[in-house]
């Protein structure tokens, strides 16, 4: 696992063990290509390669109009969202090639969706004010799908999925965490004559 702060890894790392899963941490903030590099070192350097790359970072910001969002915040906002996934996918890219059965799981959202019945951009994305996340998560879609061609002849499966609204803090909105990252998991587990290219939620394929 790997995110920005070390205190949180330790109590995930000592819950999935107490959990009987073997686990291992580090530090890496998706916007730094410095930490980013560091971080696919020491990977390498434990590991040798990767077998599987889940991309689940991602920020929002405070929803508002296109007229009136600030451009500071969606400068952060696709700063991690697209520019981070693209810098964490391109430096774990050499180890990925190393695998048998290298997978990339972009976790993206049906609001990066024009055709989503329930998000998407031409349905229920209309009605919510514009926060730049959606936006940006169509990006991640378009990167999804490029990555995935430039992977084909390494037999490196990359696919985006939506987990729909989770319950990161169990506060009761959204399904919980258990239940949507089974996705994520299936996508992850793919065999090798899988799909490619392609965004799911539930193991089911969503309109781009």
Known sequence: MAARRAG?????VKVLTSL????SSLVMDIADEKSVQEAAAAVE???????VLINDAARLAAGDLVETQSIDEIRQVFDTNVIGTWNVTQKFIPLLRKSDHGRI??????????????YGFLNGA??????GYGLSKLAVNGLTLKTAKEL????????AVCPDITDTQGAGMGRPVSENA???????????????????????????
Do not use: H, Y
């Not at 009987?20 to 686990?23: F, K, R």
């Not at 350097?45 to 077998?51: H, I, M, T, W």
């Not at 209309?126 to 926060?131: A, D, H, K, T």
């Open 126 to 131: 209309l009605g919510i004010p514009c926060s």
């Open 152 to 159: 084909q002849s390494a037999k490196i499966l990359v696919n």
């Open 20 to 23: 009987g899963i073997s686990a």
């Open 8 to 12: 949180q890894l330790a109590l995930l």
């Open 45 to 51: 350097k434990q590991f040798g390669k990767l077998d």
């Open 105 to 118: 799981v972009d976790v993206s959202s049906g609001a990066g969706s024009f055709g989503d019945p329930q």
């Open 182 to 208: 089974k996705g994520v998991v299936w996508a992850a587990t793919l065999p090798d004559d899988g799909p490619s290219g392609r965004f799911f939620r539930n193991g089911m394929e969503l309109p781009w």
